[in-house]
């Protein structure tokens, strides 16, 4: 490369302003591939050619600075994913179904790193039946609990053990309960709902509005603090899950469920081994392809690793 382009990166990770630090590096990359074109006789050079091209066209798109869509031009497939609200990476993203006991992974798929956690769900509980496993149970984080795999598992005959997930179950509990036998719900003060109607909406799903006793909710000391503006009663209004997902909140009340929702500790244990042991960390090479053969041979290796000590054993 020639010496007058300058290859001084800057110093962006000291920025402490993300939104400042993301536009920097991008007037830094703009400004080396302008230098490189006034420096380098591109035309004359075709791979030179293609990756400045190709590095236009991904600062250039929209979503470069929000982190999405295509970050590197080295792996074009790795996206940002996020490990919790705060906590961003890089890369890719493995799922993989092991049973319980046993500790062995019967499936596993890898995705780029923007993938949502369950959506192979059946895929994976379809290869892991082929597999010739029995499934009684099915454990996962919040991030499984969702209507499509709970039906899932249900078609399944199996016993769910995942909790409630407050970003689709918004019932405070401390103030109304459900009656699923009477599809009815009873406030703290005693008043229970008295009539159901469907709301449909445009944008999106529907739902169902509950409406409580008028002369009870008129009269009730928490009037101020449940009922809005001028109505004269509390209308609860719920997704058209949320009666069915209300017993799975009771569920995951019990001693049972807290005592067999300990079994997915095993998923956490075998993370950090396939992570801390095993290279799982990193990626050994680039693309989709490259990181699900990396991901297949460590799932294989550790496998092997368990029928080794049970055999010794």
């Given at each position: 490369?020639?010496?007058?382009?300058?290859?001084?990166?800057?110093?962006?990770?000291?920025?402490?302003?993300?939104?400042?630090?993301?536009?920097?590096?991008?007037?830094?990359?703009?400004?080396?591939?302008?230098?490189?074109?006034?420096?380098?006789?591109?035309?004359?050079?075709?791979?030179?050619?293609?990756?400045?091209?190709?590095?236009?066209?991904?600062?250039?798109?929209?979503?470069?600075?929000?982190?999405?869509?295509?970050?590197?031009?080295?792996?074009?497939?790795?996206?940002?994913?996020?490990?919790?609200?705060?906590?961003?990476?890089?890369?890719?993203?493995?799922?993989?179904?092991?049973?319980?006991?046993?500790?062995?992974?019967?499936?596993?798929?890898?995705?780029?790193?923007?993938?949502?956690?369950?959506?192979?769900?059946?895929?994976?509980?379809?290869?892991?039946?082929?597999?010739?496993?029995?499934?009684?149970?099915?454990?996962?984080?919040?991030?499984?609990?969702?209507?499509?795999?709970?039906?899932?598992?249900?078609?399944?005959?199996?016993?769910?053990?995942?909790?409630?997930?407050?970003?689709?179950?918004?019932?405070?509990?401390?103030?109304?309960?459900?009656?699923?036998?009477?599809?009815?719900?009873?406030?703290?003060?005693?008043?229970?709902?008295?009539?159901?109607?469907?709301?449909?909406?445009?944008?999106?799903?529907?739902?169902?509005?509950?409406?409580?006793?008028?002369?009870?909710?008129?009269?009730?000391?928490?009037?101020?603090?449940?009922?809005?503006?001028?109505?004269?009663?509390?209308?609860?209004?719920?997704?058209?899950?949320?009666?069915?997902?209300?017993?799975?909140?009771?569920?995951?009340?019990?001693?049972?469920?807290?005592?067999?929702?300990?079994?997915?500790?095993?998923?956490?244990?075998?993370?950090?081994?396939?992570?801390?042991?095993h290279g799982l960390d990193r990626a050994r090479g680039?693309?989709?392809?490259?990181?699900?053969?990396?991901?297949?041979?460590?799932?294989?290796?550790?496998?092997?690793?368990?029928?080794?000590?049970?055999?010794?054993?």
């Amino acid at each position: 490369m020639p010496e007058s382009i300058n290859q001084d990166i800057p110093e962006y990770k000291e920025i402490e302003d993300h939104k400042e630090a993301k536009e920097t590096m991008k007037s830094y990359l703009e400004d080396t591939i302008f230098q490189v074109e006034q420096h380098v006789e591109i035309e004359r050079t075709p791979k030179t050619k293609k990756v400045v091209e190709n590095a236009k066209e991904i600062l250039k798109d929209p979503k470069f600075m929000e982190q999405k869509g295509v970050r590197s031009i080295v792996d074009q497939e790795a996206r940002v994913g996020h490990k919790s609200k705060t906590q961003k990476f890089f890369g890719y993203k493995m799922e993989y179904v092991i049973t319980t006991e046993e500790r062995m992974i019967t499936a596993v798929r890898v995705n780029d790193g923007a993938y949502v956690d369950g959506t192979q769900f059946n895929e994976l509980i379809a290869l892991t039946k082929e597999s010739g496993v029995t499934i009684n149970e099915v454990y996962g984080d919040r991030a499984y609990f969702k209507k499509p795999i709970l039906d899932k598992i249900k078609e399944l005959k199996a016993n769910a053990y995942i909790p409630v997930n407050p970003m689709t179950y918004k019932i405070n509990e401390d103030r109304f309960s459900y009656n699923k036998d009477s599809d009815e719900w009873f406030c703290v003060q005693g008043n229970k709902t008295e009539e159901k109607k469907y709301a449909k909406k445009k944008d999106r799903n529907g739902s169902y509005k509950y409406y409580f006793e008028k002369e009870k909710c008129r009269n009730c000391p928490l009037r101020e603090c449940c009922v809005s503006g001028t109505a004269v009663r509390k209308i609860l209004v719920v997704g058209l899950n949320t009666p069915e997902f209300y017993e799975y909140s009771q569920s995951e009340k019990t001693d049972e469920f807290k005592e067999k929702y300990k079994k997915r500790a095993c998923q956490e244990w075998k993370n950090g081994e396939m992570k801390n042991f095993h290279g799982l960390d990193r990626a050994r090479g680039y693309g989709l392809k490259s990181m699900a053969t990396q991901t297949k041979l460590t799932a294989l290796a550790v496998n092997l690793k368990r029928i080794a000590n049970k055999l010794s054993s």
